[in-house]
């Protein structure tokens, strides 16, 4: 059974820095592409940042420079680092795997970051 579950969402100060974790289970990591979402209250979810399978990565123009994903194939684990961090980076982030051989999707539960002082 495939399951995605991050870690390392908070609190933090704008100009902080946070790095969430999404660990996978079901041996689809090293045939996924994996993705962060976020959602803010009351906004559509976006997409954030993606890593292939290769290592290429592509970011959302909002977080373009300040964020940098990546993986750990070893550790069935994609990171996000999230650097000068603002109150509209403040949402609940998401990882999603999408299999290259299905193209089946597959979703954490979603780790909450909040930005304020």
């Known amino acids: 059974q495939v399951q995605l579950v991050e870690s390392g969402g908070g609190l933090v100060q704008p100009g902080g820095s946070l790095t969430l974790s999404c660990a996978a289970s079901?041996?689809?990591?090293?045939?996924?592409?994996m993705n962060w979402y976020r959602q803010a209250p009351g906004k559509q979810r976006e997409l954030v940042a993606t890593?292939?399978?290769?290592?290429?990565?592509n970011y959302a123009d909002s977080v373009q420079g300040r964020f940098t994903i990546s993986r750990d194939n070893a550790k069935d684990t994609v990171y996000l680092q999230m650097n000068s961090l603002k109150p509209e980076d403040t949402a609940v982030y998401y990882c999603?795997?999408?299999?290259?051989?299905?193209?089946?999707?597959?979703w954490g539960q979603g780790t909450q970051v909040t930005v304020s002082s």
């Open positions: 079901g041996r689809i990591f090293s045939s996924s592409v």
């Open positions: 890593i292939t399978t290769g290592g290429s990565t």
């Open positions: 999603s795997a999408k299999s290259i051989w299905t193209s089946r999707d597959y």
